[in-house]
């Protein structure tokens, strides 16, 4: 490491150290935004001439420059230091503002030219692993319950509840949420970092870094929501859909693999997504689930006190202004 990187500090620099070595805003942001615009996430903007995404309210929201991050980081530099030491070392950037239906399709394209391609695998612990193709169902790659369908890009769709409840739940809508500054740094851009964990830990699995203790499998979203709602989990939240299918995009353009697949007890639990109400009594208080499972991505949902093997959750720090 040169004397530029050893006085490096994340609030002054494009890199800073953390517990596994250095971290590049530079190199981070580079793998983000290349891959936000190989799976075509990214379109050219023709009022601003700049890349970012159209919002389900038609405006432009341009993707943050890399000049925007170092402020973010700069803001939150306690923040964000305390979290790398906790394991949180991976930019993610997700375009809140996009509609969701238009992700899903996008997605779908992905999946569908990796699949004639052959280069669709499992998710590889390691990566020396061998590659184990996976089957695509051409057909209908993504599979989508009724009641997601309906509510996605509308009301009924929740965001970062405090709780599980029908009322006082304190959760906002998507138009709410892209001009949040404190979860959107950037308008309609969730600034954030998240673990670069490829299968999260099975129940008593976890480890303990930097006195955080990780998310494991086998617990309900209540008592998820409970957990980062202590002071060890400051500044994190649950992932919404659009975090999900953001990921899930990137990793498969960027290593050829399918992530948080079911068969590897990896479905996802999206706690930062809610359906308060469905209209019917035994199917309120719904948390929308995402994963891969044998031929194609799943997007549905369970209620919010069930408690399953296989579902897990997952955290972002998500940085603010």
């Not at 009301?155 to 009322?167: G, M, S």
């Not at 303990?208 to 409970?226: A, C, F, M, N, W």
């Amino acid at each position: 490491m040169n004397k530029q990187e050893e006085s490096n500090d994340l609030g002054l620099s494009k890199t800073a150290r953390t517990a596994e070595g250095v971290f590049s805003l530079e190199k981070e942001y580079a793998r983000t935004i290349n891959a936000l615009n190989r799976t075509g996430i990214l379109t050219l903007l023709p009022r601003s001439d700049n890349l970012g995404v159209i919002g389900i309210d038609g405006k432009e929201y341009p993707v943050p420059t890399q000049k925007q991050l170092q402020e973010v980081f700069t803001r939150n530099k306690d923040l964000v230091e305390r979290k790398m030491q906790q394991g949180f070392t991976q930019l993610q950037l997700t375009p809140i503002a996009i509609p969701i239906s238009q992700l899903i399709e996008r997605v779908k394209t992905v999946v569908l030219t990796h699949a004639v391609a052959r280069k669709i695998f499992r998710t590889k612990q390691n990566s020396t692993d061998a590659d184990i193709p996976v089957h695509v169902y051409t057909g209908e790659p993504i599979w989508i319950w009724d009641r997601v369908r309906q509510a996605v890009d509308t009301p009924n769709l929740v965001y970062f509840p405090q709780a599980y409840t029908d009322r006082n739940h304190q959760g906002l809508m998507k138009e709410d949420v892209m001009h949040e500054t404190r979860l959107c740094a950037v308008p309609g851009w969730s600034v954030g970092l998240i673990e670069p964990i490829l299968i999260m830990p099975q129940q008593g699995q976890g480890k303990v870094i930097g006195r955080r203790k990780q998310l494991e499998e086998y617990s309900t979203p209540h008592d998820y929501l409970r957990t980062l709602s202590t002071p060890t989990y400051q500044g994190e939240t649950g992932w919404t859909l659009e975090d999900f299918l953001t990921h899930f995009i990137n990793r498969l353009e960027t290593t050829n693999q399918v992530s948080h697949d079911r068969y590897d007890n990896n479905a996802l639990w999206l706690l930062g997504s809610y359906m308060p109400n469905s209209g019917e009594n035994r199917l309120k208080r719904l948390v929308p689930v995402g994963y891969w499972y044998r031929a194609r991505l799943y997007l549905s949902v369970h209620r919010s006190g069930n408690r399953l093997r296989a579902w897990v959750a997952r955290s972002t720090v998500r940085l603010g202004t």
